[in-house]
């Protein structure tokens, strides 16, 4: 194999951590601005110009700050479980297409590190790893609010995992591939998003859960178990738990642009092919005010009725969508007649004010007391 090659996935590589890095970075000081303006405050604005180096400051403190590790943990698992639990946010994004390629001193580059065939069972293998960092963590502090975290974190990503399987499912379906490059390219004419909305509304409250953000943010519930998973944890180490959360939410809001808003696609991309990340960079903005947004206006949720959502009302729609979506492909292949593909949006919006429908009468029920 020509050695260039290897160093081209090297600097690739390089480029795409320090993007994330960057990004985990800036996205703090974006939500923290953007949660002021929601709660009409100023947010920071001191380190630099409109607080733009503010990031940079709070990674000064975390670097510098000390570290204490008490003295009853088991140090070796207390050590590894923050590594465990951000490097999998990193190596997600290997297989992301971020473009189609250009040509560098007559080299041609693509776009990405990796083109897998199975990229989306590449992400989704990888996206469960990361749960075990956040469980051994809470197992290694020798702490019952951190166990509880670790062990709510579980139980947590159990519960929303299938619904976000078969989420996937249908991208799937909808793609006729599991090659995220291909799921893209066949999202040139109309986005998935149109097609199967009910879908990716499955998938984004599912990797809300995943990622263990509000409302669903439980295993950290600061009223219930101080800090929850990393209550034991301070200085560079919290630092890591910190950064794959952040990391986490750029790499599933990327990986959701790619599944049902048309990833890099947008116009001039295919004569301008540098523009594709410009266009994936807007998408991930929008997704990730989206998580910003939920996170300002919605309360946390009861941990019995997080649970209970995620089994009985996601669990079953997403199986409802995911046959829907089935059925309407295989009518529309075998009639050849493409009306019977509107009716997926139609029939998954139908199944979405059901599920709806249930949960107003479940809460109907409670509020009266009729337990």
Same mark, same amino acid.
């Given at each position: 194999?020509?050695?260039?090659?290897?160093?081209?996935?090297?600097?690739?590589?390089?480029?795409?951590?320090?993007?994330?890095?960057?990004?985990?970075?800036?996205?703090?000081?974006?939500?923290?601005?953007?949660?002021?303006?929601?709660?009409?405050?100023?947010?920071?604005?001191?380190?630099?110009?409109?607080?733009?180096?503010?990031?940079?400051?709070?990674?000064?403190?975390?670097?510098?700050?000390?570290?204490?590790?008490?003295?009853?943990?088991?140090?070796?698992?207390?050590?590894?479980?923050?590594?465990?639990?951000?490097?999998?946010?990193?190596?997600?994004?290997?297989?992301?297409?971020?473009?189609?390629?250009?040509?560098?001193?007559?080299?041609?580059?693509?776009?990405?590190?990796?083109?897998?065939?199975?990229?989306?069972?590449?992400?989704?293998?990888?996206?469960?790893?990361?749960?075990?960092?956040?469980?051994?963590?809470?197992?290694?502090?020798?702490?019952?609010?951190?166990?509880?975290?670790?062990?709510?974190?579980?139980?947590?990503?159990?519960?929303?995992?299938?619904?976000?399987?078969?989420?996937?499912?249908?991208?799937?379906?909808?793609?006729?591939?599991?090659?995220?490059?291909?799921?893209?390219?066949?999202?040139?004419?109309?986005?998935?998003?149109?097609?199967?909305?009910?879908?990716?509304?499955?998938?984004?409250?599912?990797?809300?859960?995943?990622?263990?953000?509000?409302?669903?943010?439980?295993?950290?519930?600061?009223?219930?178990?101080?800090?929850?998973?990393?209550?034991?944890?301070?200085?560079?180490?919290?630092?890591?738990?910190?950064?794959?959360?952040?990391?986490?939410?750029?790499?599933?809001?990327?990986?959701?642009?790619?599944?049902?808003?048309?990833?890099?696609?947008?116009?001039?991309?295919?004569?301008?092919?540098?523009?594709?990340?410009?266009?994936?960079?807007?998408?991930?903005?929008?997704?990730?005010?989206?998580?910003?947004?939920?996170?300002?206006?919605?309360?946390?949720?009861?941990?019995?009725?997080?649970?209970?959502?995620?089994?009985? #009302? %996601?669990?079953?729609? =997403? @199986?409802? &969508? !995911?046959?829907?979506?089935?059925?309407?492909? $295989?009518?529309?292949?075998?009639?050849?007649?493409?009306?019977?593909?509107?009716?997926?949006? #139609? %029939?998954?919006?139908? =199944? @979405?004010? &059901? !599920?709806?429908?249930?949960?107003?009468?479940? $809460?109907?029920?409670?509020?009266?007391?009729?337990?």
């Amino acid at each position: 194999m020509d050695w260039t090659i290897w160093l081209e996935w090297i600097l690739k590589g390089f480029v795409l951590c320090l993007i994330l890095l960057t990004g985990f970075a800036y996205l703090t000081l974006y939500e923290r601005r953007a949660l002021a303006r929601m709660q009409v405050r100023v947010g920071p604005n001191r380190a630099g110009p409109q607080g733009l180096l503010q990031p940079i400051a709070d990674a000064v403190k975390l670097i510098f700050k000390e570290e204490l590790t008490p003295g009853k943990v088991y140090k070796a698992v207390f050590i590894l479980a923050p590594v465990l639990t951000v490097v999998p946010s990193l190596i997600l994004a290997a297989v992301i297409p971020l473009g189609t390629h250009f040509n560098l001193f007559g080299r041609e580059i693509n776009l990405y590190i990796a083109n897998v065939n199975v990229g989306v069972l590449y992400i989704m293998s990888i996206a469960s790893i990361a749960v075990y960092g956040i469980v051994l963590a809470g197992w290694s502090s020798n702490n019952k609010y951190a166990m509880l975290g670790g062990m709510r974190s579980s139980a947590q990503m159990i519960s929303y995992e299938l619904a976000l399987g078969m989420s996937f499912v249908t991208a799937i379906m909808l793609g006729n591939s599991m090659n995220l490059t291909e799921i893209v390219n066949e999202q040139r004419g109309l986005w998935f998003v149109v097609i199967q909305p009910v879908g990716a509304l499955i998938f984004w409250i599912a990797t809300l859960a995943e990622v263990n953000r509000a409302p669903f943010d439980m295993p950290e519930a600061e009223q219930e178990l101080t800090a929850g998973y990393h209550v034991e944890y301070s200085g560079m180490k919290f630092a890591l738990f910190f950064m794959a959360e952040y990391q986490k939410m750029i790499v599933i809001s990327m990986i959701m642009a790619t599944l049902f808003f048309g990833g890099y696609l947008g116009p001039g991309v295919d004569k301008y092919p540098l523009l594709g990340p410009l266009y994936l960079f807007a998408k991930v903005i929008v997704l990730l005010f989206l998580m910003i947004w939920v996170r300002a206006t919605w309360p946390r949720i009861r941990y019995d009725r997080l649970m209970a959502f995620g089994w009985k #009302i %996601l669990l079953p729609l =997403s @199986l409802a &969508v !995911a046959f829907i979506t089935a059925s309407g492909i $295989l009518l529309a292949d075998l009639y050849k007649n493409a009306a019977y593909i509107w009716s997926i949006p #139609i %029939l998954s919006i139908i =199944s @979405l004010l &059901v !599920a709806i429908a249930f949960i107003y009468k479940d $809460l109907r029920r409670k509020s009266h007391g009729r337990f």
